[in-house]
């Protein structure tokens, strides 16, 4: 069963950074496109970022693209959400998110291809 643990949230002001970390377990984390997704509350779940198993591609939201940047450390089967320029409507619980399907071709940003999600780590940017 794949597992998902995510670190790194806190409160920040507008304008700082914050790196959030994920840890997974229970998969070959290797073959897997990994995401991060972010919940404010009261609202729906919003894609943040995705990178693929490859490393070779990542996509992001347009509300994060240019501050927000995705990586992966397969050695250490974690994820890492590097998020700078913060604002206040980033403040949310971010959760890391796996894909079920090994390998796949694709790069999707969508819910049924990242299903496995972490509890989250909460973020609250000032202003």
């Known amino acids: 069963q794949v597992q998902l643990v995510e670190s790194g949230g806190g409160l920040v002001q507008a304008g700082d950074s914050l790196t959030l970390s994920c840890a997974v377990s229970?998969?070959?984390?290797?073959?897997?496109?990994m995401g991060w997704f972010r919940q404010a509350t009261g609202k729906e779940p919003e894609f943040v970022a995705a990178?693929?198993?490859?490393?070779?591609?990542?996509k992001y939201a347009d509300s994060v693209k240019g501050r927000f940047t995705i990586s992966r450390d397969d050695a250490k089967s974690t994820v890492y959400l590097q998020m700078t320029s913060l604002k206040p409507e980033d403040t949310a619980l971010y959760h890391c998110?796996?894909?079920?399907?090994?390998?796949?071709?694709?790069?999707?940003?969508?819910?049924?291809?990242?299903?496995?999600w972490g509890q989250g780590t909460q973020v609250t940017v000032s202003s």
């Open positions: 998110a796996a894909d079920f399907l090994p390998r796949r071709r694709t790069l999707d940003s969508d819910l049924t291809a990242l299903p496995f």
């Open positions: 990178i693929s198993w490859k490393a070779d591609t990542t």
């Open positions: 229970g998969q070959t984390f290797g073959n897997y496109n």
